[in-house]
């Protein structure tokens, strides 16, 4: 199995005179694990993933996938964002397959795997539809299809659910962890919902801020496929929220879940 | 409108929607039909004041009925066909060089920051200079009238395209590049399935603005040394007195110059994405 990651001293500033965003993360995923990356806004998150995903430079340290230093971006491990980024003039199909056609793959090819990616999400009726005129529920799971196209041995999600109604949320978290886990591809999520760290993660690495670093890391040994209320569930949400009190706060974290746990009541 | 419609097809029955087809066919024939009867009548009017007055009177064949008669003549005779071949051929090849020029430069405009700082001063003069004030440089700088008045509408043609296409440079969702690179776009693919889809609505925007000016443009344009097309037309007819004949152009100018930004207008319909405009 590929996809083991691993982040050697990674450090990063936007620029010289700009403030230490990351400091000397360090942190080894093993292939096929589901590990979320949990803090404030503004620690620095999705800096680190950017930087996972190549998309962006470190300025210090590096990342290996499967050994070998990242230095650009590569469809082998895709990248999915809070707003799905659909291509509007294609259909759900086309926006599927493109990083198959972006690779050469055949028409019949690209239909194929297209068809069978939009069978698992769920969407086989709306492959020839326009991608505006679904639901932002539908359309991060065609963005979700879209990143599994190219088969892909690492996911990075950058808090993909939090612009969706708790309802749709929930599913597709069962969803992409339930793929994830049959699939055997590695996923780094991004997130500030400790419920969702839990739901879908075997590590939750605890991020702080100024500058980011990794504080503390929490196993989540519960059976998949997982339970919101059962009581290791209840235990180990517990050890984050202990965790989280020790961050700073230094600005109000905005709850975009109104009412369920977040860093941000953790400390209130 | 048509949704409106079958919507209330539903609820109210079939005696509304009979009625909702007759106004949908009114909405799109008949009040185009009513304005186009009212210049009708407008045109009609005004040649009847000039042929009452009797200072006037030697301009009478401006009026529809010797108009209409001369355009049937000049149909018939086959000269019409030439001369609008000669003036369609120079709006082409003028919007051509515009659209090779403008599409281009617009990106670079649109996308480079540096790029939009250093030519948004030149470019908005150069652009609100008249392209017919280029006429005596146009006539310098090039061997042939052809060439010259291609210039004029180059002239004309290039900012519009230019303009639209660095707006919709500016409109397209930095993410897209993110998602695109991820999936693994070279660079050609990126321009190809991203950027050209992206930009093509506002750049054929551009072309049906282009495409208004070059046609204003063309006729006087074409007063200079050519002897084709429907601006040298005109002067000829002017020339002449064959004032029918000048208003039969007149018309023919106003018709291809309708047909052709209806054309536009479909093609910027097919190539727009966007939901709400
Ligand atoms: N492109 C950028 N240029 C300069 N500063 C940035 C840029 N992106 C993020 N930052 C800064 O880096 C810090 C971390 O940002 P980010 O990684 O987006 O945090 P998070 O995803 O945890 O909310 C913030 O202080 C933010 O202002
Ligand atoms: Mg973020």
Not at chain 1, 36 to 48: E, F, N, P
Not at chain 1, 77 to 84: D, E, I, L, P
Request: overall charge neutral; proline content about 3%; hydrophobic content about 50%.
């Amino acid at each position: 199995m590929s996809g083991s990651i691993s982040v050697d001293f990674v450090g990063h500033q936007f620029s010289e005179t700009a403030e230490i965003v990351l400091a000397d993360i360090k942190i080894s995923v093993k292939a096929g694990e589901l590990v979320s990356l949990i803090g404030r806004s503004g620690c620095g998150k999705s800096t680190l993933l950017h930087i996972i995903s190549g998309l962006l430079a470190p300025a210090s340290g590096c990342v290996r996938i499967d050994g070998k230093t990242v230095t650009k971006p590569s469809a082998k491990w895709n990248m999915m964002f809070q707003k799905a980024s659909l291509f509007p003039w294609m259909t759900v199909q086309e926006n599927v397959g493109l990083g198959l056609k972006f690779a050469g793959a055949s028409k019949g090819q690209i239909a194929q795997k297209t068809d069978e990616l939009l069978e698992l999400v769920g969407l086989k009726d709306k492959a020839q539809d326009s991608s505006q005129s679904l639901s932002g529920g539908q359309q991060q799971r065609v963005a979700l299809a879209r990143s599994l196209a190219t088969s892909p041995s690492v996911l990075l999600l950058d808090e993909p659910f939090s612009a969706l109604d708790t309802f749709t949320r929930s599913a597709l978290q069962q969803d992409v962890a339930a793929i994830c886990k049959q699939k055997g591809i590695t996923m780094v999520l991004v997130t500030h919902d400790i419920d969702e760290a839990v739901m879908m993660s075997d590590r939750v690495f605890v991020m702080d801020q100024n500058p980011g670093r990794i504080i503390d890391e929490i196993k989540v040994d519960i059976a998949w496929p997982r339970k919101h209320m059962s009581q290791n569930f209840q235990r180990i949400r517990e050890d984050l929220l202990t965790a989280f009190k020790g961050t700073e706060k230094t600005e109000s974290f905005r709850s975009l879940d109104g009412g369920r746990y977040t860093a941000d009541s953790s400390a209130a | 409108m048509s949704q409106v419609a079958s919507g209330a097809e539903i609820v109210e029955g079939p005696r509304l929607s009979a009625r909702s087809v007759v106004s949908e066919f009114l909405s799109k024939y008949g009040y185009p039909l009513v304005g186009i009867m009212i210049l009708l009548a407008v045109w009609w009017f005004g040649g009847w004041l000039i042929a009452s007055d009797d200072d006037l009177s030697a301009f009478a064949d401006f009026a529809p009925g010797p108009t209409f008669a001369a355009l049937i003549d000049l149909i018939r005779s086959g000269d019409l066909t030439q001369t609008i071949i000669s003036s369609l051929f120079r709006v082409g090849a003028g919007l051509l060089w515009g659209f090779v020029i403008g599409v281009p430069v617009g990106i670079l405009i649109g996308y480079v920051l540096v790029a939009m700082r250093v030519a948004n001063v030149p470019f908005q003069f150069l652009r609100m200079i008249s392209p017919l004030a280029w006429m005596p440089i146009a006539v310098l700088a090039f061997e042939t009238w052809d060439s010259a008045i291609i210039f004029l509408i180059v002239m004309a043609t290039v900012w519009p395209i230019m303009f639209s296409t660095s707006h919709g440079v500016k409109r397209i969702d930095p993410s897209w590049f993110k998602v695109a690179k991820n999936l693994g776009a070279s660079g050609t693919q990126m321009v190809h399935q991203i950027i050209m889809p992206a930009i093509m609505s506002d750049v054929m925007a551009g072309v049906r603005l282009a495409v208004g000016v070059a046609w204003v443009v063309l006729v006087p344009a074409e007063y200079l040394g050519v002897t084709s097309g429907l601006g040298y037309a005109i002067n000829d007819a002017r020339d002449t007195l064959a004032y029918d004949t000048l208003a039969a152009i007149v018309l023919v100018i106003g018709v291809i110059g309708y047909l052709l930004d209806t054309v536009c207008g479909v093609l910027v319909s097919r190539f727009n994405w966007h939901q709400n405009d």
